[in-house]
């Protein structure tokens, strides 16, 4: 059974950092592309960071770009969102997302937990 947990989430001022942990069971998370997307109510599904399986690259929506960081400990089948200098216009529910296929590139999968809460707000 695929299972990804999503944790780290809070309440953080402007320009504050929070890192976001993702704990996968049911596969090995090395074999997969990797990614985060988040929702604002009322908003369509954001995808912002990609960590490829196949060549270890990673991508990044233009809005997070310098700022987040997606990274993944293979040992330990988590991968990470590291965010930095935080804006209110990050405040979102934030999920980490699994590929459908092996070894590849797509970080618009299927899969996802439960979500994580990030609100930016002095």
């Known amino acids: 059974q695929v299972q990804l947990v999503e944790s780290g989430g809070g309440l953080v001022q402007p320009g504050g950092s929070l890192r976001l942990s993702c704990v996968a069971s049911g596969f090995t998370l090395k074999y997969y592309a990797m990614g985060w997307f988040r929702q604002a109510p009322g908003k369509e599904r954001e995808t912002i960071a990609c960590s490829s399986a196949s060549d270890g690259s990673t991508a990044y929506a233009d809005s997070v770009e310098e700022r987040f960081t997606i990274f993944r400990d293979n040992d330990k089948n988590t991968v990470y969102l590291q965010m930095n200098s935080l804006k209110p216009e990050d405040t979102a529910e934030y999920y980490c997302?699994?590929?459908?296929?092996?070894?590849?590139?797509?970080?618009?999968?299927?899969?996802w937990g439960q979500g994580t809460q990030v609100t930016v707000s002095s």
């Open positions: 997302v699994r590929d459908n296929q092996m070894w590849g590139s797509n970080c618009q999968g299927d899969y």
